[in-house]
């Protein structure tokens, strides 16, 4: 019932990233496990929603083209496993999917680094801890966010292969296994596996800005959307345009919107929670994370529109 009354209103769903070992467990609103992701995508393909592409989407939204429970899927960041295993499971579906890559760590082939320190503290909480690296000893205290932005701190100075030498000497102060670095678990996926995965035409790759972070003043929004569109249109060797557009960790500010429109950009996706309709701003596009830590019913009841009629009776009543 409530489905139907909102069939017109644009689902935008927000995948981050596949968990291949306890990822989920660590971070549940950014990884998701197999099994979560097989529920959620049975559950798309038998229902009378209908995946299309954000393009598509887009004509809709204008009025260019009619389209009946819409559902767009995007991915945030540019995870390997996200290249590597996600996608082929929409594929699977026929279901396109448009992934926003944040192109630092392509370029720079390294764990992202504040969330592989996470996870390795999560494994092993301490308060604190010693690293000795290059004749030298560096201690760390404080709570998770303190150590690892310490860690993070002291880490700046050094050349890559350097940088990879001391996250090994902290995962062996921790007495946690390395192999996240070696097997790419908290890394993003090189160009060479962002250029494979175009070969399907299920799959459209966009801009999330160059180190996942949108500044407020115009030349510093400026300088993260076209380094970021520079990268892919190098890298990709693509001319196509990179028009569509996704805010960092989902943060927005009004001030953002004029700097958007100057850069070309004709959608940008928020994680304001909640179904589109046609009034909506093409640059405040509202999204609803897919969790590994919510059930298929609470899934269904925020695709379906219920959180957005209570959303308007309360603000009816008020």
Known sequence: MFSYWHRDKLVILCFHSLSIKDEHQFWPGVFISKDKLSEVLEYLD?????????????????????????????????WRSS???????????????????????????????????????WQKPTDAFEVMFCQKRFHFSGDTATKVAAVERTMEALEEQEKVAFLLAVA?????????????????????????????????????TH???LPSTYDSVEREIRTNRAALTEQLCSQKAYEHFCYPSGIWFPEHIPSLHVQGIR???TLDEGLNDRS???????????????????????????????????????
């Open 211 to 213: 180190t996942h972070h």
């Open 267 to 269: 959608t940008a996706t």
């Open 46 to 78: 038998r229902s009378q929603f209908n995946v299309v592409s954000l393009d598509d989407a887009e004509r809709h939204l204008r009025g260019e083209i009619q389209l009946k429970y819409p559902v767009v899927i995007t991915v945030d960041d540019g």
């Open 83 to 121: 290249i590597t295993e996600l996608l082929p499971a929409f594929q699977a579906y026929q279901f396109p999917a448009t992934v926003y890559v944040a192109t630092y760590y392509c370029d720079h082939q390294l764990p992202v680094v504040n969330v592989l320190l996470q996870y390795w503290l």
């Open 172 to 208: 062996k102060s921790l007495d946690v296994d390395d192999d996240a670095i070696a097997s790419k678990q908290f890394h993003n996926a090189s160009y060479t596996e962002l250029k494979r995965a175009l070969t399907s035409t299920l799959v459209d790759i966009q801009l999330h």
């Open 280 to 318: 909506v701003h093409p640059l405040k596009l509202k999204r609803n994370l897919v969790m590994d830590n919510r059930s298929l019913n609470q899934f269904i009841i925020t695709v379906s529109g219920v959180l957005d009629t209570l959303r308007l009776a309360v603000g009816k009543t008020r």
